[in-house]
């Protein structure tokens, strides 16, 4: 039977070694980091990532995090590249080929393309005197630590380094081309961070489905007003278009006594918390938790009190926020 302590100390040994590893990383970090910024800034192409076996798998995800953070970027398989991949290599782009041991024969074919044309090529690896270094025009070199086994077998504690410096390069890069949240959006439409980053605007109703009625309107037809758009709730106008109230449920019950004997401002709430059309749908649900309320009206931030659309709280669950 398996001894739980054992595990757990085993377990959390390889934890403390790569966190041990990654310290050495950060420290280690230098001028070739900075060069290797300041290269896939000027490039023109795209940054083609490449890699065989464990650090294939790592560059797929340097890969995709370049591309989803503003920086163009594929990955290309080596043995691909071979065959005819290489086609898919320009003079404008930069290559980031990846071996831990630096002497990945795959990697042979698509490294000497680089030389032949000119390519400027980033090498990430632990072995600065590999043949990978040597030909490399920037060396992004991970410190040389073993394994997390212990007999230097299992990839471990290098493919935590190598996508630490990958992260590293994605996010330094980032943060050089004054890449946004909004930016952020444009690429992460889809789940949980989609619906993060979503603008009012995105999920609002607006035309029509808008329920709006004007200051002199009889709370007859303010109460058909909410029954027809079914958000419980209606916006007020004035002359301008401007929003000046809201009717709820709430305004209905205290005017009870002779309500259909009223107008819409005689019973509305002035000055109504409103949302402007580019603000994060997640602050819009910060809004009406605290308020404790489910709607929302949208304003134009251009056009203060211009109403451009009605946010509810389900229109936010939906999408995965609340």
């Keep these: 039977m398996t001894d739980p302590e054992s595990i757990l100390s085993i377990a959390r040994q390889v934890v403390l070694d790569e966190a041990h ?3 050495k990383l950060a420290e280690s970090l230098g001028d070739d980091f900075t060069k290797a910024v300041d290269l896939i800034l000027r490039t023109k192409g795209r940054v083609i990532v490449s890699g065989i076996g464990k650090s294939g798998h790592i ?7 370049l591309a989803s953070t503003g920086t163009p970027a594929y990955f290309v398989h ?4 071979s065959h005819g991949d290489l086609g898919m290599v320009s003079e404008n782009d930069v290559v980031l080929a990846i071996s831990n041991s630096g002497e990945a024969p795959e990697l042979a074919n698509l490294l000497a393309f ?7 090529l980033i090498g990430l690896s632990s072995k600065p005197e590999s043949s990978l270094m040597a030909q490399a025009d920037v060396h992004l070199l991970i410190p040389a630590m073993g394994e997390a086994c212990g007999f230097g077998m299992v990839p471990s504690i290098s493919t935590t380094l190598t996508l630490a410096m990958g992260d590293a390069l994605a996010i330094a890069l980032m943060k050089f081309r004054d890449f946004r949240p909004e930016n952020f ?3 992460h439409p889809g789940g949980k961070l989609g619906a993060r980053l979503s603008r009012v ?7 029509d489905a808008v329920p709006l009625i004007s200051l002199q309107t009889p709370m007859s037809e303010a109460l058909l007003e909410i029954s027809r758009k079914g958000f419980g709730v209606v916006g007020v106008t004035d002359d301008d278009g ?3 109230g809201i009717v709820t449920d709430g305004d209905l019950r205290r005017h009870m006594s002779g309500l259909l004997d009223k107008t819409a401002a005689e019973v509305m709430t002035r000055n109504p918390t409103t949302i402007a059309t580019d603000a994060l749908a997640e602050e819009a649900v910060a809004i009406m938790n605290a308020r404790k309320i489910t709607s929302l009206f949208v304003v134009d931030p251009a056009a203060p009190g211009q109403t451009k659309g009605l946010l509810h709280i389900h229109d936010c669950l939906r999408v995965g926020l609340g």
């Design 114 to 120: 680089t030389r032949r044309f000119g390519i400027p």
């Design 185 to 187: 959006r444009v690429f």
């Design 21 to 23: 590893a990654l310290e």
């Design 59 to 65: 560059g797929h995800k340097i890969a995709a995090t």
């Design 242 to 244: 401007h929003l000046t």
């Design 78 to 81: 080596p043995a691909e590249a």
């Design 201 to 207: 605007s995105d999920l609002m109703h607006s035309g």
